[in-house]
């Protein structure tokens, strides 16, 4: 891994900060109410322009560059969710009695992850099958006459 410079840490979480800001902000009904708007004033204004080339192009170049931004902003946000998701549920794990098998396996391929549930998935049915055995010894003997 590489060193970051003060300047670049400060980069880093200024640009974190406003990635946050905005993944929010755009998030928010009023935003979307702002940017219909924004559309039906565009359409509203083509009769006025002759549904020009311009007046298409100045939609297509405002709609293209915001989503372009976006998928920055919003993919920043969703790593650092993530990554801090991945760090609870590790702690949680490595403090519970599972132990530490399970910390890091978000670093797997998809095939050792997929084999990795299944086994999960095998074991809860197992527990499953043994706990409905064990209730039905519990009713049984639950049932026996008491001397």
């Known amino acids: 891994?590489?060193?970051?410079?003060a300047g670049a840490v400060q980069l880093s979480k200024l640009f974190s900060t406003v990635a946050s800001y905005?993944?929010?902000?755009?998030?928010r009904p009023a935003t979307f109410v702002v940017c219909v708007g924004i559309i039906l004033l565009w359409a509203v204004s083509g009769p006025l322009f002759g549904f020009s080339d311009s007046w298409q192009l100045v939609i297509n170049t405002g709609t293209t560059i915001i989503t372009f931004l976006m998928v920055f902003l919003i993919q920043n946000t969703q790593n650092r969710d993530g990554t801090a998701i991945q760090a609870k549920l590790?702690?949680?794990?490595?403090?519970?009695?599972?132990?530490?098998?399970?910390?890091?396996?978000?670093?797997?391929?998809?095939?050792?992850?997929?084999?990795t549930r299944a086994t999960?998935?095998?074991?809860?049915?197992?527990?499953?099958?043994?706990?409905?055995?064990?209730?039905r010894k519990a009713v049984r003997a639950?049932?026996?006459?008491t001397s």
Do not use: K, W, Y
Not at 90 to 115: K, M, Y
Not at 142 to 145: C, E, I, N, Q
């Open 142 to 145: 639950a049932d026996l006459p």
């Open 120 to 135: 999960c998935e095998e074991r809860a049915r197992l527990a499953e099958v043994a706990e409905g055995r064990a209730n």
């Open 22 to 27: 905005v993944a929010h902000a755009t998030g």
């Open 90 to 115: 590790d702690e949680l794990i490595r403090s519970s009695p599972a132990g530490n098998a399970f910390i890091g396996i978000e670093h797997l391929t998809e095939e050792e992850v997929e084999t």
């Open 1 to 5: 891994m590489f060193q970051q410079g």
